[in-house]
């Protein structure tokens, strides 16, 4: 290790004195100008990473649904998912040591993590468009070049794309190809197949307006349109011109507050839908005649489509296993449903794309999403060869033909992580396979009436939970109180848990009628 180099480099990126900052939910998030030392040392862990795995890792500057003020950092493993467990430690201890400790820190973390120093090191770098996260993906090229690492910067791209890249780049392109066109061509290809039958017979003319949230999804969906085939008609709003990120719009806001976003003018009965600041969270709504608002969340997306793959499945005749991963804030009428209903098993899991893709991964397909929006599917080697191979070789003309959509449909998820532009082509997709419109779609089960809000608290740390984080461990007598409450209403149940990317309490809700929960 170059150790004048590293204190040369660590000066220009010193670390505010007494900060600590803790690995959340998915990354580090925190106000924009506390982050340029935790950018340029995510660049040396991921270097560090990357020699231990011997595979590309990838370094993604976003903050994600905070507001534009904030920034963070996501870390990506060889596969795409997110970093593994077990380096969350490494990267709190790294983002927290003192200056003078650094080469102290780094050099302990070669020998517990077992780090070869010779190794060569890759690092793709992606970064969404908020003002400060230039120069934050510059000090992350700072600690990536410090450790003698290569890098690749794709520069403004959305989180989700950087995913796909890096699971490209370490299957040897087996995935797709490492590039943004690599990604429009190969979704829009699966996409196109999929809606052609829909389209020819001339039922399909998609229509869709989509809230970018003022973000990178807007530019991104701007690109990915030639792709589209033209009976697709997007109309993209909130693009980041005028307004600020994520500022009254995008799919945090429409999902917390169970209103349309600012700036879409939103007709009856039109579909509609938000992508999140990084396009890696979608929920869908409309308005009725009435002119009541109807929000079609993750857990509508996520009973879609295992309906649908179900179908498929029963259709080429295998027994596949397939399961439905949930959170705690999933309303209790989508697992009773899929549970019930559509006959899936269903688990639950704390909240985090990192917990939902470690349980989905137990399952020949794995549905999973997260109630805000952020998920998506996984079907293991196995299934997915079994499906190929249906798909070229099987003599019945049904079976082949159920086999070659599902095929269509692996192609189109992305598998690496929750992806907006992804889950909408697999949602308009479905929606026109199957002929539904989305009030027929929000029809298939009433949500339980919810609630959900921040509450901010002198320390949220204080409240610690167990079960998926549906119970209060900590403070005492929380939540006991919690269940005094709860027992006082029908079909109720409610708790609360610190939020990992934003500086709040979030509290959940749910009863038999709306004031009441
Ligand atoms: C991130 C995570 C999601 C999580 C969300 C909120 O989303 O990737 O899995 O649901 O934060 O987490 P918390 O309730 O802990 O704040 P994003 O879209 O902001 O990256």
Known sequence: MDFEGLKKYSALHPKPAGLTLQYGTA?????????????????????????VTGATIGVMVTASHNPEEDNGVKLVDPLGEMLHPSWEEYATHLANAEDQELQKIVTEICQKAAVNQQKDASVFIGRDTRPSSKELSQAVIDGISVLGGQYHDYGLVTTPQLHYMV???????QYGKPTLEGYYQKLSRAFTELIKKSLSSGEAQRQLKIDCANGIGALKLAEMENYFPKEVRIQIYNDGTKEKLNHLCGADFVKVHQKPPKGLDMKPNESCCSFDGDADRIVYYYQDMAGHFHLIDGDKIATLISIFLKELLAKVGQTLKMAVVQTAYANGSSTRYLEETVQVPVHCVKTGVKHLHHKAQEFDVGVYFEANGHGTVLFSKAAESTIRQLAKEEKDGAKREAAVVLENMIDLI????????????????????????LQQWDALYADFPSRLLKVQVADRQVIDTTDAER?????????????????????????VRPSGTEDVVRVYAEADTQVRA
């Open 27 to 51: 990354g580090f998030r925190s106000e924009a100008q506390q982050l340029d030392h935790i950018m340029f040392r995510m660049g040396m862990l991921a270097v560090l990473r990357s020699r």
């Open 167 to 173: 699971c490209c780049q370490n299957t040897q392109g």
């Open 414 to 437: 992305n598998q690496t992580v929750g992806d907006a532009i992804s889950d909408m082509l697999v949602i308009e997709a479905i929606l026109a396979m199957k002929g539904l419109t």
């Open 471 to 495: 119970r209060a461990v900590t403070p005492p007598g929380l939540q006991e109180k919690i269940d005094a409450l709860v027992k006082k209403y029908k079909l109720s149940r409610a708790f």
